[in-house]
């Protein structure tokens, strides 16, 4: 697209790249058409020839995007997520479909419920990480980072995840909003379990120079964005708890430590 910032994305690459380390798409990879647009396409229906030329230009641009721009990564990807700027073809595919059958990774629809298993070398499950996706697109672009934040929230307010993902209004934000429980069984203690909330960003400007005959940023007159990715760390630790250890060299004394 016009205004995108491809040393953004090259940036974001490199970081995939690295050990441990690995990327969710979270739809719209292409600025191709809107879901307005394709209920409009998809509308026409006069003549087959014409949607099936559509359909091979789309195809043969979704392999040279791949090519240009994520071939090399297939291992590094949980998978992608559907967006609303998509094409969807006459067997009832779309090309984000093409694109994940391309990488050979998963394709994620809207919402994706992941697991995502972590675990040592030698195969011990260490923990895992409940993940909620979802495009975001349930409204319009939420004028204030405030109505952005909020909407978030209140969608995941009836699903119990460990990572919220959702992209859509092209703002980049992420936050920490924990939940605290008992155990079933056991010492009654306090359990803070972190939960993290995130909106994607995007890569591509509303506001350049090349966008010379305006574009859908500029026709609203929405608010610039800070452009780029989200990176989550995520470590586990077990913090010594002394009572803990004690019971539990009273109740088996002849454990190894």
Not at 105 to 125: A, E, H, M, Q, W
Not at 126 to 135: D, K
Not at 143 to 172: C, L, Q, T, W
Request: one cysteine or more; aromatic letters at 10%.
């Amino acid at each position: 697209s016009e205004g995108h910032r491809k040393v953004l994305w090259e940036q974001a690459k490199a970081e995939i790249l690295q050990p441990h380390t690995y990327m969710i798409g979270a739809g719209d990879y292409r600025d191709l058409l809107r879901t307005t647009a394709m209920r409009y396409l998809r509308a026409y229906n006069s003549d087959a020839t014409s949607m099936k030329t559509v359909d091979d230009m789309v195809r043969e641009s979704t392999i040279d995007f791949y090519h240009d721009y994520f071939k090399g990564l297939e291992a590094k990807i949980i998978g992608l997520g559907k967006g609303n700027h998509l094409y969807e073809y006459r067997d009832g595919t779309n090309d984000n479909q093409q694109l994940c059958t391309l990488l050979n990774v998963p394709y994620l629809d809207n919402p994706s419920f992941i697991r995502l298993v972590v675990k040592t070398p030698d195969g011990r499950t260490v923990n895992v990480l409940r993940i909620l996706l979802h495009h975001g697109n349930w409204s319009g672009g939420s004028s204030r980072p405030g109505g952005s934040v909020n909407a978030a929230e209140m969608k995941a307010a009836g699903f119990d995840f460990d990572i919220y993902i959702f992209s859509h209004d092209h703002r980049k934000w992420a936050m920490h909003i924990p939940t605290l429980t008992i155990p079933k069984v056991g010492q009654l203690e306090v359990i803070e379990r972190p939960r993290c909330f995130i909106r994607t960003g995007c890569f591509v400007a509303g506001y350049d120079q090349k966008c010379g005959d305006g574009n859908y940023v500029q026709d609203k007159l929405m608010h610039p964005n800070d452009l780029g990715y989200v990176t989550l760390t995520v470590k586990f630790y077990r913090e010594y708890d002394a009572a803990a250890y004690k019971r539990n060299r009273i109740l088996n004394p002849t454990k190894s430590p």
